[in-house]
């Protein structure tokens, strides 16, 4: 009886062993498939990573070449949130008026598939930070623990076609606020994943006081710790912004 086991056991082991390489290629499959989604899903912790610089921008671009590229100034590590109904984004944009034919802001609910908000961005003077404000307006407000995705979308003069020279895409979500934002302070909302709101009020407070060696150095250091490279541009860029549709 017991080698009558001993061998009932060892059919059994090797049966399922059999199995189990039988399946594992259509598991690795399925698995492998069920992230070709234009939206991917948001992980549990946090926002989906976007592209903060335009790596997959047309080849025959007209964008003139830049010491730094055009850039969100994000985290992108899968924590960009907020606590603001209508927050502030920040983008590098190297470029002058002069090379720029038309810059425009997408804000989408891809979980209703949507347009929140739109609007077309003309720059004025010289390059800088580019502040994109969510306007003020219920039909816009960021409701909690949603994600929504952006683009910013440019085309440098010369460009005849439909299809934009450079492209970022990003990810922000809306979470609740606590008691230890009460302060304010920028390296609160850093230190909580808070990086929408924390880097606009660093950019807010630096820019306004640009002699100031704290924000200088936090500024310099924030710079350095999410690889934004070389932002040589100084202060807000003055922008113009045409209605927003809805």
């Known amino acids: 009886m017991k080698i009558l086991n001993f061998k009932s056991k060892l059919i059994f082991t090797i ?22 989604d234009d939206f991917p899903a948001a992980p549990d912790t946090g926002t989906p990573v976007g592209t903060s610089t335009p790596g997959g921008s047309r080849p025959n671009t007209n964008c003139p070449e830049t010491k730094s590229p055009l850039r969100a100034l994000i985290a992108n590590n899968g924590k960009d949130f907020t606590v603001a109904e209508y ?77 934009p020279d ?26 909580n994943n808070i990086w929408y709101d924390g880097i606009s009020l660093l950019a807010q407070n630096y820019f306004a006081n640009p002699e100031n060696s704290k924000l200088k150095v936090d500024w310099n250091n924030l710079s350095k710790s999410l690889k934004w490279g070389n932002l040589d541009n100084k202060g807000f860029a003055e922008i113009v912004l045409v209605e927003p549709e809805e």
Not at 170 to 183: D, V, Y
Request: hydrophobic share 35%.
């Open 166 to 191: 450079q492209v970022l895409t990003g990810w922000i979500r809306r979470i609740p606020t606590t008691s230890q934002l009460t302060t304010q302070e920028y390296q609160s909302y850093i230190e």
């Open 87 to 163: 927050p502030h984004l920040l983008f590098n944009v190297p470029f002058t008026e002069k090379k720029i034919s038309n810059i425009e802001f997408v804000l989408k609910d891809p979980a209703e598939l949507k347009t929140v908000y739109r609007t077309a961005i003309k720059l004025k003077g010289k390059p800088g930070i580019m502040k994109v404000s969510i306007p003020q307006q219920s039909q816009y407000a960021l409701k909690a623990n949603k994600d929504y995705r952006w683009n910013l979308i440019l085309y440098c003069l010369g460009n005849k076609t439909d299809e």
């Open 15 to 36: 049966t399922l062993v059999l199995v189990n390489i039988i399946l594992y290629p259509i598991l690795v499959t399925a698995q492998t498939n069920s992230h070709e």
